[in-house]
T-cell receptor, first 114, second 111 residues
Framework: NAGVTQTPKFQVLKTGQSMTLQCAQD?????MYWYRQDPGMGLRLIYY???????DKGEVPNGYNVSRLNKREFSLRLESAAPSQTSVYFC?????????????FGSGTRLTVV | AQRVTQPEKLLSVFKGAPVELKCNYS??????LFWYVQYSRQRLQLLLR??SRESIKGFTADLNKGETSFHLKKPFAQEEDSAMYYC?????????????FGTGTQLKVEL
């Protein structure tokens, strides 16, 4: 079981470039999430998908789009990267509310926008 | 709206001393609370979930609904406990359940 897999692990972009961060889980979880982690601010929710076919905005959705491609995959797209989007991005998944194992996190993508 | 507050950015203790990491929350419904630990900016690992009421690595946390708190405690700190600790609340919204984090407390255990 791989759990939650994120690609790439590291990325450097120039301002204005676009890219897609990939996330896949093999635990048959219904809900998937994208967070960004910045020093002193903890993890902030960007977007989430409660189930296949649905997506909702979190606390900081501006500048991002998401796609729940199928039950396994949830991608995060930056259409025009800005230096303020330099961060570590974490994907997470969960079977549902009350799941015995809580939320499972990927290992993160460290993104630098120059 | 759901909110989690961790008032301490950094907590330094000596090895063998008791540890208490504070967490307060705001949520109108019945909360589901977690503690996650992160070592050297690796992936977050689940430490505790309030429903399970178990002790992991010597850590415990009790949900106090009257004080809206979920403080993390350990009687004797170990060097390997040095890490970033996040308190988090899972609540149900119109779009499903979502997890909200506090800003984290860096625990440093000194020899």
């Amino acid at each position: 079981n791989a759990g939650v897999t994120q690609t790439p692990k590291f990325q450097v972009l120039k301002t204005g470039q676009s890219m897609t961060l990939q996330c896949a889980q093999d635990m048959n979880h219904n809900s998937m999430y994208w967070y960004r982690q910045d020093p002193g601010m903890g993890l902030r929710l960007i977007y989430y998908s409660a189930s296949e076919g649905t997506t909702d905005k979190g606390e900081v959705p501006n500048g991002y789009n998401v796609s729940r491609l199928n039950k396994r995959e949830f991608s995060l797209r930056l259409e025009s990267a800005a230096p303020s989007q330099t961060s570590v991005y974490f994907c997470a998944s969960r079977r549902g509310q009350g799941d015995n194992y809580g939320y499972t996190f990927g290992s993160g993508t460290r993104l630098t926008v120059v | 709206a759901q909110r989690v507050t961790q008032p301490e950015k950094l907590l330094s203790v000596f090895k063998g001393a008791p540890v208490e990491l504070k967490c307060n929350y705001s949520y109108s419904g019945s909360p589901e609370l977690f503690w996650y630990v992160q070592y050297s900016r690796q992936r977050l690992q689940l430490l505790l979930r309030h429903i399970s009421r178990e002790s992991i690595k010597g850590f415990t946390a009790d949900l106090n609904k009257g004080e809206t708190s979920f403080h993390l405690k350990k009687p004797f700190a170990q060097e390997e406990d040095s890490a970033m600790y996040y308190c988090a609340l899972s609540g149900i919204t119109g779009g499903g359940n979502k997890l909200t984090f506090g800003t984290g407390t860096q625990l440093k255990v000194e020899l």
